[in-house]
């Protein structure tokens, strides 16, 4: 008989999208199949401690020992490849048994879990784990660097400007004058390291420019200042691959409000999905295509949803963004666009699954010692 997979879902962290990551591990560890995986969940707190065993889930609700929770952490050592038990009331080791994982599912959305810090980790412990690299990861994360390899790469992006939060406390008239004069307003203001729409704003004027972006600096040290596109929509595609990615039927988001923030995303309920999108085949193409070449762009690895604005009064195409770790609750749009395009929730786990270790694998074919030629 088959030996089952020990996977490690890791979800929680220490981000803004804390209680986002939780939705979405309880819906993968769900769906995954007990026949071919056992599953390890693994929760990270608010102030970034590990545990499992007992109920994860709830632990990271109601506290680690009314769950049961039991305090671990994963070394940067590949000889383990393994969680190690530490002493319950200190950060250090202690004496007990190194539980191994076979490969590591990280559902954290955010800083400290999906811009490469987790990924890092991971890399150090020689563990093949699901998802973006170190490189893509933290390019995918910072909105400021992933337009700047965007429009390298000779994708469409809307027009934008980086503002330092150091600069908006210390010069204030100054940053108002220079957003006025290009983006210009209408315009969106968000944190550069976010997701999940925490800490975004539309801003249709100068008076509404400081409260923006004194949400925004709450959340992160650079902010992104971005045109708003006329009479926008909302087209999302996700990307499934590693050295050959594939793109799924576009979908369309019809947000409940305005915009698609973070209340119309996990709390409404009633932002409608369209999928696929109503699209000519031919724009259809052009959006799958590029969701592709944004993939590439920053040498992104196993899934990613790529989201596009298509403005209303022109007709032109945007990249938006690149979400190297997509919501997966049962509403998120990446496995609905997946399920669209012939593969169920249930495959596209195994499909994850069997990415990380093929490029793991691949990984493990580099040398790490110089060996010169006969």
Known sequence: MRRRLRVGVLFGGRSGEHEVSLMSAASVIRAMDPEKYEVVPIGITKDGRWITTGDPLRALTEGLVKAGGRPVALLPDPSSQGLVPLAARAPVPRDGPVEPVDVIFPVLHGPYGEDGTVQG???????????????????????????????????????????????????????????????????????????????????????????????????????????????????????????????????????????????????????????????PDALAEEVRSLAVRAFQAIDAGGMARVDFLLDGSSGRLFV????????????????????????????????????????????????TTYEPDA
Not at 174 to 193: A, M, Q, T, Y
Not at 346 to 352: F, M, S, V
Not at 361 to 366: A, E, I, P, S
């Open 121 to 279: 980790l991971l890399e150090l412990a020689n563990v093949p784990y699901v998802g973006a690299g170190v490189l893509a990861s933290a390019a995918g994360m910072d909105k400021a660097i992933m337009k700047a390899l965007f429009r390298q790469a000779g994708l469409p992006v809307v027009r934008h400007r980086v503002v330092l939060r150091r600069d908006w406390e210390t010069r204030p008239d100054r940053v108002v004058s220079e957003i006025g004069e290009d983006p210009g307003f209408p315009c969106f203001v968000k944190p550069c390291n976010l997701g999940s729409s925490v800490g975004i704003s539309k801003v249709r004027g100068p008076g509404e420019l400081g409260p923006a972006l004194d949400l925004a600096a709450r959340y992160d040290r650079k902010l992104l200042v971005e045109e708003a596109v006329p009479r926008a929509r909302e087209i999302e595609v996700s990307v499934l691959g590693n050295d050959e990615p594939v793109a799924s039927v576009p979908g369309e988001i019809v947000p409940s409000r305005e915009f698609y923030d973070y209340r119309a995303k996990y709390l409404d309920g009633t932002s409608e999905l369209i999928i696929p999108a109503p699209l």
């Open 320 to 367: 938006s963004e690149i979400n190297t770790i997509p919501g997966f609750t049962k509403i998120s749009m990446y496995p609905k666009l997946w399920e669209a395009s012939g593969l169920s929730y249930g495959q596209l786990i195994d499909r994850l699954i069997e990415l990380a270790i093929e490029r793991h694998r691949d990984k493990q074919r580099n040398l």
